[in-house]
């Protein structure tokens, strides 16, 4: 299952008045990041600068993304699948895999059925549009959601498979990038119905392992297994965020960071967990990084500790010269909160208290909303972004495995 244009949908879903409307999600960020098809039609694209956009399309609306919104309708959406299928593995926000095998009999329906309520479900309940895919592979599955957008729902069978192999071009199939499109075009082999009828033999001697395992799975033999177990371990964290316009501006910059770190923390503590490693960077108009890493004596999850570390380095990644576009932080080498031991000097025992002040107040923004007490050193970001919606703590594709 693949969600419609989602986060523009799901701004669809919950103001009416904007469908059928070129509409546009990314104004926090600087860049179009989500767009109807609408926009598309007109010529829009994901990464558009949205100070270009108003110029060149001034039709289009153009919205803050609200990642928490998203989220929240992502979870609802899952939950309609897991009505139908125990297992469902959550691809992305507004992507998913659900086995269905042998579901037929017990629901008196046959698998198309299934899925036409599933549909149907998401839509009335939801107010947003999917594409779905049934086919007896993940990859063919994957084809199959992407041949009719949007509002499709396409079953591919082991007989039917050709036709649809022979009308992809090999560059669409999910886990082949360029590099091996151009390669596997300079061999001749232009659709998917030119690669699965390739010998096993030769994909072996041209290809690396992945690419036998597409090949069996397009070829209709499901050896991709699917992954339903919620994720429970984390390696890094991390926030960015581009802004127009560009600034050198050392406060604002510092303010950005603030933000991020306390987005991030917050993030980790939702987890319970700590950071023993973190770095923090700039990236100027000219797409090259800054960046400095630090490893911590005690682990923590508090932004107060690493907002000052951030602001003693500073200047070691920020020249007068350089205008940045960018602002990044990233927590890693994340571990438990149980290991926090007492120290012989007081620092285990400063970052616990902050903990439990941190704890208190994420209980409040729980019952209250956010950003209801946030500290100072954050403050000259968030108020230039009062029109936008920051990337929300909620939002599980900033979680990186």
């Known amino acids: 299952m693949d ?7 799901c701004e669809v879903a919950r103001s009416p008045k904007l469908k059928g409307l070129p509409v546009v999600t990314g104004q ?3 860049i179009v990041s989500a767009l109807s098809y609408e926009a598309k039609a007109l010529g829009v694209a994901r990464g558009y600068p949205i100070f270009r956009l108003k110029k060149d399309f001034p039709q289009v609306i ?5 990642y928490a919104w998203y989220a929240e309708l992502s979870e609802k959406m899952f939950d309609i699948v897991r009505r ?3 297992d469902v593995e959550e691809y992305s926000i507004d992507e998913c895999f659900a086995d269905l095998t042998g579901l037929d009999k017990p629901l008196y329906m046959s698998y198309k059925e299934i899925a036409e309520r599933i549909k149907k479900e998401i839509n009335e309940e939801l107010k947003l549009s999917v594409s779905l895919g049934v086919a007896p592979t993940k990859v063919l599955a ?13 079953v591919i069978t082991k007989e039917t498979s050709k036709k649809f192999l022979a009308e992809t071009p090999v560059s669409k199939i999910w886990g082949i990038g360029g590099q091996t499109t151009n390669f ?5 082999i232009e659709t998917t119905l030119d690669f699965t009828e390739k010998s096993k033999e030769w994909i072996k001697e041209n290809l690396s392992s992945p690419y036998e395992v597409l090949w069996l799975e397009l070829k209709g033999e499901s050896v991709m297994r699917l992954h339903p177990e919620p994720k429970t371990e984390y390696r890094s964290v991390q926030k960015t965020r581009t802004f127009h316009p560009s600034t050198n501006d050392p406060k604002f910059l510092l303010s950005q960071l603030s933000g991020h770190i306390e987005n991030a923390c917050k993030k980790i503590r939702y987890y319970n967990l700590l950071t023993k490693e973190f ?5 100027s108009k000219e797409f090259k990084y800054y960046s400095f890493s630090v490893r911590l004596e005690v682990p ?3 932004p107060e500790t690493i907002i000052g570390i951030v602001r003693a380095n500073f200047h070691k990644i920020w020249h007068k010269e350089v205008i940045y576009r960018t602002t990044g932080v990233r927590l890693f080498d994340l571990v438990g909160s149980e290991v926090l031991q007492k120290d012989l000097f007081g620092q285990t025992m400063h970052e616990n208290r902050l903990l439990q002040i941190h704890k208190k107040i994420d209980e409040l923004e729980n019952k209250l909303g956010k950003r209801i007490i946030y500290l100072g050193s954050s403050h000259d970001a968030l108020n230039r972004k009062r029109e936008g919606t920051e990337t929300d703590d909620l939002d599980r594709n900033l979680l990186f495995l």
């Open 3 to 9: 969600g419609d244009a989602f986060f523009v949908a």
């Open 28 to 30: 926090e960020r600087g």
């Open 62 to 66: 153009i919205l803050p993304g609200d």
């Open 84 to 86: 139908y299928a125990d």
């Open 142 to 154: 994957k084809v199959a959601s992407k041949w009719k957008k949007p509002d499709g729902l396409t």
């Open 184 to 188: 596997l075009r300079n061999k001749g």
């Open 279 to 283: 770095s923090f960077f700039l990236k």
């Open 300 to 302: 923590t999850n508090s």
